[in-house]
């Protein structure tokens, strides 16, 4: 570049002028009254973010109650939506107070309870089938098979 050059991008940097990406202008892009303006820090709503983290803390105390509804309907009342839902904004303060998040308990422990609910009414469906399927005086009924067999085998023999 020879000086007149060098003289020109000086007087447009001084104007403001230089496209982004010109030869002399600001690594940010710069630019003059046409150009963009640099773009705002994105806006925090932790009021949602809290909402969100308090609702997944919330999934908790929904799941044991719903393993101890099984068994128990008259806790239905105690475990309610709104009732959890107060318990996940109550643990969220304590979570935000320690540094905790709901995502740390685990995507294991979140698959464990929702499945009881699908393996408990499938057990006792079970059960309740063998107790009307066995004879009505077999004593040994519920009891492990004799000689090291298998249940499953008992029931439906492989082979």
Same mark, same amino acid.
């Given at each position: 570049?020879?000086?007149?050059?060098?003289?020109?991008?000086?007087?447009?940097?001084?104007? #403001?002028?230089?496209?982004?990406?010109?030869?002399?202008?600001?690594?940010?892009?710069?630019? #003059?009254?046409?150009?963009?303006?640099?773009?705002?820090?994105?806006?925090?709503?932790?009021?949602?973010?809290?909402?969100?983290?308090?609702?997944?803390?919330?999934?908790?105390?929904?799941?044991?109650?719903?393993?101890? @509804?099984?068994?128990?309907?008259?806790?239905?009342?105690?475990?309610?939506?709104?009732? @959890?839902?107060?318990?996940?904004?109550?643990?969220?303060?304590?979570?935000?107070?320690?540094?905790?998040?709901?995502?740390?308990? #685990?995507?294991?422990?979140?698959?464990?309870?929702?499945?009881?609910?699908?393996?408990?009414?499938?057990?006792?469906?079970?059960?309740?089938?063998?107790?009307?399927?066995?004879?009505?005086?077999?004593?040994?009924?519920?009891?492990?098979?004799?000689?090291?067999?298998?249940?499953?085998?008992?029931?439906?023999?492989? #082979?």
């Amino acid at each position: 570049m020879n000086q007149a050059e060098l003289d020109a991008i000086a007087a447009e940097e001084r104007a #403001g002028n230089l496209a982004p990406g010109a030869p002399g202008a600001p690594a940010g892009g710069g630019g #003059g009254p046409g150009a963009a303006a640099p773009a705002a820090p994105p806006v925090v709503d932790q009021a949602a973010i809290d909402r969100a983290e308090a609702s997944e803390w919330a999934e908790l105390p929904a799941g044991i109650g719903g393993i101890l @509804c099984m068994a128990l309907p008259e806790l239905r009342e105690a475990y309610s939506p709104a009732n @959890c839902a107060r318990w996940g904004e109550a643990m969220m303060r304590v979570a935000k107070k320690y540094h905790w998040r709901a995502a740390m308990i #685990g995507p294991e422990i979140g698959l464990a309870l929702v499945s009881v609910p699908l393996i408990m009414p499938t057990v006792v469906a079970v059960r309740a089938r063998r107790a009307k399927a066995a004879p009505a005086g077999d004593a040994g009924a519920g009891e492990a098979p004799a000689g090291g067999e298998s249940e499953v085998r008992r029931i439906a023999p492989v #082979g």
